[in-house]
């Protein structure tokens, strides 16, 4: 989302957009667990209309927010602009990608600012390609499928950004992901670990390890996790670097047989997870 909020910086200055903020539930700002039910709008101005970025309101919301809503920028649930889009797409796909492509057709162009918005754009463009890439599709860049993106920037850009993020050394996140692709591979070869999924295998691992998505995608080996979620406490449990037919089974069969509930996934895009039910207290 930085990357966005940079983008629409650069058109605000260009008098494009009168800018950006964050929407509210329930009293606090929105988090990705409830972004789907914004409430309320804190400093939203008067009558601009609003382009909702991978969001949406509440039916509790008022209804003049539902109204002001001109467009949808989104990629992940069935209906949104890039949710179906393949690798060869990830550009019009990518949130990132439908921002920029949105504001230059829909407002710079109109206005005959298209050069100028390209000019602004430009020193961050090659950035948010790889940017988009990466969120829409890490696999298939892996895999060379994005085109214009050789496997070696996206690993190296991949393990920059990552260090800067997590303020390691780069060398850091270079052997957290050795050591994640060394544990993929040893429970590889390990039968009770593995189970096959529409004609290939996934891994299963009891619980997550650093940097298990990247490893994952850099191997080309579908991994099964468990986690916490830090804000709603629910057993997370996904499958990441699947196969578009892995993920479909897996999202209509393991998670029914594991009683998962708020299932979601992206074949197209290679993951899936739900959550276990809450227990109960007695």
Same mark, same amino acid.
């Given at each position: 989302?930085? $990357?966005?909020?940079?983008?629409?910086?650069?058109?605000?200055?260009?008098?494009?957009?009168?800018?950006?903020?964050?929407?509210?539930?329930?009293?606090?700002?929105?988090?990705?667990?409830?972004?789907?039910?914004? *409430?309320?709008?804190?400093?939203?101005?008067?009558?601009?209309?609003?382009?909702?970025?991978?969001?949406?309101?509440? +039916?509790?919301?008022?209804?003049?927010?539902?109204?002001?809503?001109?467009? $949808?920028?989104?990629?992940?649930?069935?209906?949104?602009?890039?949710? *179906?889009?393949?690798?060869?797409?990830?550009?019009?796909?990518?949130?990132?990608?439908?921002?920029?492509?949105?504001?230059?057709? &829909?407002?710079?162009?109109?206005?005959?600012?298209?050069?100028?918005?390209?000019?602004?754009?430009?020193?961050?463009?090659? &950035?948010?390609?790889?940017?988009?890439?990466?969120?829409?599709?890490?696999?298939?860049? !892996?895999?060379?499928?994005? #085109?214009?993106?050789?496997?070696?920037?996206?690993?190296?850009? $991949?393990?920059?950004?990552?260090?800067?993020?997590?303020?390691? #050394?780069?060398?850091?996140?270079?052997?957290?992901?050795?050591?994640?692709?060394?544990?993929?591979?040893?429970?590889?070869?390990? #039968?009770?670990?593995?189970?096959?999924?529409?004609?290939?295998?996934?891994? $299963?691992?009891?619980?997550?390890?650093?940097?298990?998505?990247?490893?994952?995608?850099?191997?080309?080996?579908?991994?099964?996790? %468990?986690?916490?979620?830090? %804000?709603?406490?629910?057993?997370?449990?996904?499958?990441?670097?699947?196969?578009?037919?892995?993920?479909? +089974?897996?999202?209509? %069969?393991?998670?029914? &047989?594991?009683?998962?509930? *708020?299932? !979601?996934?992206?074949?197209? %895009?290679?993951?899936?997870?739900? !959550?276990?039910?809450?227990?109960?207290? &007695?």
């Amino acid at each position: 989302m930085a $990357r966005i909020k940079t983008v629409v910086g650069l058109a605000r200055k260009l008098g494009l957009v009168s800018g950006y903020i964050q929407g509210w539930s329930k009293g606090s700002p929105v988090h990705p667990g409830n972004a789907y039910a914004v *409430d309320q709008c804190p400093g939203l101005p008067g009558d601009v209309p609003l382009v909702l970025v991978e969001c949406g309101f509440a +039916e509790s919301a008022p209804k003049e927010c539902h109204e002001r809503v001109i467009q $949808r920028v989104d990629h992940h649930n069935p209906g949104d602009p890039g949710f *179906d889009c393949a690798p060869e797409a990830f550009w019009e796909g990518s949130s990132i990608g439908q921002v920029v492509n949105w504001i230059n057709s &829909d407002l710079a162009e109109p206005q005959a600012m298209g050069p100028l918005f390209a000019e602004a754009v430009a020193p961050h463009m090659r &950035d948010l390609y790889l940017a988009a890439a990466a969120d829409h599709c890490l696999k298939a860049a !892996y895999e060379e499928c994005c #085109p214009g993106i050789s496997s070696e920037e996206i690993e190296t850009w $991949r393990v920059q950004t990552r260090a800067k993020h997590q303020n390691q #050394p780069e060398e850091t996140v270079r052997m957290r992901i050795r050591e994640a692709r060394a544990t993929i591979m040893q429970a590889l070869h390990n #039968p009770e670990q593995v189970v096959e999924i529409a004609g290939g295998p996934i891994v $299963r691992l009891p619980g997550t390890i650093n940097e298990l998505p990247e490893a994952s995608m850099q191997l080309g080996v579908p991994v099964e996790y %468990r986690m916490e979620d830090a %804000r709603s406490k629910r057993i997370k449990v996904g499958l990441i670097g699947g196969e578009p037919a892995q993920i479909e +089974e897996w999202m209509d %069969r393991f998670a029914r &047989d594991y009683g998962l509930e *708020d299932v !979601y996934g992206a074949p197209v %895009r290679g993951f899936a997870g739900g !959550y276990q039910p809450m227990k109960k207290e &007695d």
